[in-house]
């Protein structure tokens, strides 16, 4: 059964279809730390961090510090996943500390 009539417009209809439902699976996750005020490393469409591919991690940890200095915590994604870095010494004691059962 043909929608528009054409078989071409009817299978560009479909593919454009596709290709905006792909788009958006791989991008859906990606204003997690936007929505919720957190400063973020933007991400690239697949690959969250290109630098977390190209990098070893000590030079990927060294890079990801120093792209925020007067932070106390931030974000950026490995792939699709929203990873947070905290940096703050005290904010990571409370973490582990008096907050320990909210990350559980």
Do not use: C
């Amino acid at each position: 059964m043909a929608v528009t009539g054409s078989w071409l417009m009817d299978y560009l209809l479909v593919m454009a279809t596709l290709l905006y439902l792909v788009y958006h699976y791989l991008n859906n996750t990606y204003s997690y730390f936007r929505d919720r005020n957190i400063p973020y490393l933007r991400p690239t469409l697949v690959f969250g961090l290109p630098e977390a591919i190209t990098k070893s991690q000590i030079d990927l940890t060294n890079f990801l510090y120093s792209s925020f200095p007067k932070e106390r915590f931030f974000g950026y994604f490995q792939s699709r996943m929203p990873t947070l870095l905290v940096k703050d010494p005290e904010l990571i004691k409370r973490i582990l500390i008096q907050d320990f059962n909210h990350f559980q």
